[in-house]
Nanobody
């Protein structure tokens, strides 16, 4: 059974940091992994991805603040989020090849 389980979300003050994790079973992040987010009333958008060659992509608003990485041995992908802003508030989802989504983890940036 294919399953992705995200963790690491929470409430953080502006300027703070969080590290999201997504553990996979039944699939692999070796070829590709991505993080998306969906804010209330908005469409889901890609935040970052990492390809098999370790080439990364970041959405413009998170460049220089977020870092995507993975641990192939642990079959886990991470999203380090620094200098968080209120507009980063959203449910964050990880994505694996084959159209597999996690259940999402809530990130709220508020003072």
């Amino acid at each position: 059974q294919v399953q992705l389980v995200e963790s690491g979300g929470g409430l953080v003050s502006p300027g703070g940091s969080l590290r999201l994790s997504c553990a996979a079973s039944g699939t692999s992040f070796r070829q590709y992994a991505a993080w998306y987010r969906q804010a209330p009333g908005k469409q889901r958008e890609k935040v970052a991805h990492i390809a098999d060659t370790n080439i990364t992509y970041y959405e413009d608003s998170v460049k220089g603040r977020f870092t995507i990485s993975r641990d192939n041995a642990e079959n886990t992908v991470y999203l380090q989020m620094n200098s968080l802003k209120p507009e980063d508030t959203a449910v964050y989802y990880c994505f694996a090849p084959g159209g597999v989504w996690g259940q999402g983890t809530q990130v709220t940036v508020s003072s």
